[in-house]
């Protein structure tokens, strides 16, 4: 019995150092540890109207140690932010049951030579969520909740994008 336990114990430390193994070595990185910086030093964050997505972007930004300044070299434009609310399911009595948020919005980078690093490009999240109408308070608190979890992705999404572009020093 004890041998047994004894060989579970092996066998669950070996197993947990293998995940790490391969955990790091196939490209996983905690939130904010971009290689981005090495790149990238330095952009502005443009947008035609304000949106929550944009602060998480710049915290994203400032977290891959990239400095915000209207003097960098490179710009991202954010543009056509829109959020929407669509029912997609309804209930026995004809009352919506499942909503779906939409939040989709379009990037560009360009540089101050006038060069075009990425065409205009529209990225987009969704996210179903039921609803009830006698827990309203519950459901707004979920749905802001949501939305911030959209945001998050959006801003997560965006990162990706200039990751993949060649920047010019």
Known sequence: ???????RN?????????FLLVSSGCGFHLRG????????????????SPNAV???????LRNANISLSESA??????SDIKREKRSIAYDS??????YELTLSLNISVTQKSGKTLL???TIQARQPYSYNETDTSAKDEEQALLEREMNAA????????LEKLSFKR
């Open 1 to 7: 019995m004890a041998r047994a336990l004894h060989t």
């Open 10 to 18: 092996i066998i669950s430390i070996l197993s947990v150092t293998i």
């Open 33 to 48: 540890s971009s290689e981005l910086s090495n790149q990238l030093p330095e952009l502005f964050v443009q947008s035609d």
């Open 54 to 60: 944009v602060p998480e972007l710049n915290r994203w």
């Open 73 to 78: 070299q490179t710009t991202l434009s954010i």
């Open 93 to 98: 009595r004809g009352k919506t049951a499942l």
């Open 119 to 121: 065409e205009p490009t």
């Open 154 to 161: 959006m801003a997560n999404r965006i990162i990706r994008h």
